[in-house]
């Protein structure tokens, strides 16, 4: 009777040295691949945010696989939308708390009094106005009948366009006529089928399969036009969800970053998760993801070097008096404020 007990009791001590065994193994797992980590009994906080399409968006869209966020106690809700206007009106409306969108379309919002200020910078990245006409090589070649293709008027683009007709031809405005507003896939696909446009001011990777193509070519890059780099998007949370919700806050903060930095160490697993999404093989979003020029960072860039331009050319009436009008702490915190003279970081928050 004793040895069937004792039998028992090994037996017992087994299944929990095993169910152990797994459990440790789980944990394993937690240390390569970010999971969710909040208690399952407390309820997450929630976050409504809107991003875009292109490589850029490549660190959101891991983080819709990849958990990121819940481990701080915040639930993130996405939604994909195809400009900076289509979010900047979602915003104003209250059916965002948070965004992605190019510094141009911000200072617009902004202008008008959209309630948001720039959380984190986010990612510098090639942009640039391509061409597969034989008789266009500078912006002086583009006739009237030529069209162009943007994300929507006021759009990054846009503004690096119209940035770079001014120092070539005198005058910002000098194609504003020849714009078409199409989603950077829409214009992708027009730009390969060589109808309807014949440039496309887009961001890989679509602007690594036009050049791919043979006769398709740069005309103009975003840097050239700007003057240095600059942040292709930045990230917006509202006065409304950044002063009544500063956990989320901080949690939306410290979950981009670190999905940031995923990508940027896992170059090879980001291709492979997000291949099917673009369309593109593995092997060939990873060259793209590792891209000369392309920098996936939430460190700020430019984030007043297209204001002074803007109110110049007569897209804002006003411009910010300090980087605090546009910026939460945080950016304030990181671009610092040197006595004696500005440092590294607060210069290239202008255009040269």
């Not at 819709?64 to 206007?85: A, C, H, M, P, R």
């Not at 759009?155 to 005198?170: F, N, R, T, V």
């Not at 696909?189 to 791919?212: C, G, N, R, S, W």
């Not at 990873?286 to 920098?295: D, H």
Request: charged residues 20%; negative net charge.
């Amino acid at each position: 009777m004793f040895c069937i007990k004792k039998q028992k009791v090994v037996a017992v001590l087994v299944v929990a040295l095993v169910i152990a065994l797994i459990l440790s193994g789980c944990g394993q797992k937690n240390v390569k691949e970010p999971q969710a980590m909040a208690s399952t009994n407390e309820e997450l906080m929630t976050i409504r945010v809107a991003k875009q399409f292109g490589l850029v968006y490549a660190p959101l869209m891991v983080a819709e696989k990849i958990d990121f966020f819940s481990k701080y106690g915040l639930k993130v809700e996405w939604v994909t939308l195809g400009s900076g206007g289509a979010v900047r009106e979602a915003m104003a409306s209250d059916e965002l708390d948070a965004a992605f969108m190019g510094i141009p379309p911000y200072l617009i919002g902004w202008d008008k009094g959209l309630p948001a200020k720039i959380a984190a910078g986010y990612c510098v990245i090639p942009v640039s106005l391509v061409t597969y006409d034989d008789n266009i090589n500078k912006l002086e070649d583009i006739k009237p009948e030529h069209k162009i293709a943007v994300p929507s008027p006021g759009s990054i683009q846009h503004i690096l366009l119209s940035m770079a007709l001014e120092k070539q031809l005198g005058n910002p405005n000098a194609l504003d006529d020849n714009l078409v507003a199409l989603p950077h896939p829409d214009g992708a696909q027009a730009m390969l089928a060589k109808k309807d446009i014949v440039a496309h001011f887009t961001t890989p990777p679509y602007l690594f399969e036009e050049l791919e193509q043979p006769g398709y070519k740069v005309i103009l890059d975003g840097f050239d036009a700007f003057g240095q780099d600059f942040n292709f998007n930045v990230a917006l949370v509202t006065e409304n969800y950044h002063d009544n919700n500063p956990k989320g806050y901080a949690a939306f903060v410290q979950g981009l970053n670190e999905a940031m930095n995923w990508v940027n160490e896992n170059k090879e697993k980001t291709a492979e998760l997000l291949a099917s999404e673009f369309n593109i093989e593995k092997e060939k979003l990873l060259k793209y993801l590792t891209a000369e020029g392309v920098n996936f960072t939430t460190a700020p860039y430019g984030l007043m070097g297209f204001a002074d331009f803007m109110k110049k050319a007569g897209y804002i009436s006003k411009v910010p008096e300090s980087l605090s009008d546009i910026a939460w702490e945080n950016i304030l915190a990181q671009v610092g404020k040197r006595e004696g003279g500005p440092c590294i970081l607060e210069n290239i928050q202008w255009s040269k």
